[in-house]
């Protein structure tokens, strides 16, 4: 045993600089891709040579998403918008059909010195904007051409669209597009959709909560567990501004329509956006 173990640690010292003689670290940028590429919009969720043979196939626009997380009631978790940006961001994208989705902007701006409810974090605007402006020049740096910012929270709107204005003037002549897409944040158009096509009258300040039926129907199409749904059909607590939950299927096809109502309108204006900077 004392003879094979001198053997293997001879043999382990001998093969290091051996390895290092005979190969070099691959150029990640010129490798072909060794293995079929995952049907993703996600960036995160993508190799480095999928998102490299995506923009090279002209997958070019890419989406940078901001939430946050703030005090949503006794029901919702936190994370409302982030949750409610993960089934939007894969939607818009994938009916744009050339975008990817940048990882997305969980924290919203304030006062930090302020962020004291509980679960409520905050950056600073100067924070927030910095934050924005790198992610988008960082996009255009690897060769997204359409950079467009939306937001679901409305905190974030002032931010976005001073990050846009910014680099849209520092990116000029460049071929490169950066624009805030306010109309996404379309929650008043929301509710009247639900109301006039899904015929669920709400009134959102019924039970005084930071909730609504429209926002929980989105996000059960992301995860039931983020509306604590088997939590409050135990309680008996499986409604919201006395609209019921129940069936779960029915709330999320009611979800399923709100989203593709709202991705009709994100569409429309990114593709409208894109239209004029081209003209």
């Known amino acids: 045993m004392k003879i094979l173990a001198g053997t293997l640690t001879l043999l382990a010292a001998a093969a290091v600089p051996l390895c290092a003689q005979q190969g070099e670290m691959v150029d990640m940028a010129t490798i072909p891709r060794p293995i079929a590429a995952a049907d993703k919009v996600w960036i995160e969720e993508l190799t480095m040579l999928e998102v490299r043979d995506l923009l090279r196939s002209g997958t070019t626009t890419a989406l940078i998403l901001t939430g946050g997380i703030e005090e949503n009631g006794p029901y919702l978790t936190t994370g409302k918008h982030n949750h409610v940006l993960r089934v939007m961001g894969e939607s818009?994208?994938?009916?744009?059909?050339?975008?990817?989705?940048?990882?997305?902007?969980?924290?919203?701006?304030?006062?930090?010195?302020?962020?004291?409810?509980?679960?409520?974090?905050?950056?600073?605007?100067?924070?927030?904007?910095?934050?924005?402006?790198?992610?988008?020049?960082?996009?255009?740096?690897?060769?997204?051409?359409?950079?467009?910012?939306l937001g679901d929270s409305g905190g974030n709107r002032r931010g976005m669209a001073a990050v846009a204005a910014e680099l849209a003037e520092a990116w000029a002549g460049s071929g490169a597009l950066i624009a805030h897409v306010p109309e996404y944040y379309n929650y008043a158009d929301v509710l009247a959709y639900q109301r006039d096509v899904l015929g669920i009258d709400?009134?959102?300040?019924?039970?005084?909560?930071?909730?609504?039926?429209y926002i929980t129907s989105i996000i059960m199409n992301d995860d039931p567990e983020h509306v604590r749904l088997q939590q409050r059909i135990e309680a008996g607590k499986a409604s919201i501004n006395g609209i019921s939950i129940l069936p779960p299927e029915r709330t999320i096809e009611h979800g399923r329509k709100l989203i593709e109502f709202r991705t009709d309108v994100a569409v429309e204006a990114i593709r409208r956006a894109m239209a004029e900077a081209r003209r």
């Open 202 to 213: 709400e009134d959102p300040r019924l039970e005084g909560l930071h909730d609504d039926y």
């Open 92 to 149: 818009i994208a994938r009916r744009l059909g050339n975008a990817l989705v940048a990882p997305i902007v969980t924290i919203e701006p304030g006062d930090p010195e302020r962020a004291d409810v509980p679960g409520g974090i905050r950056l600073s605007q100067a924070t927030f904007e910095a934050v924005l402006r790198d992610m988008a020049v960082s996009l255009k740096a690897q060769g997204f051409t359409d950079v467009f910012l």
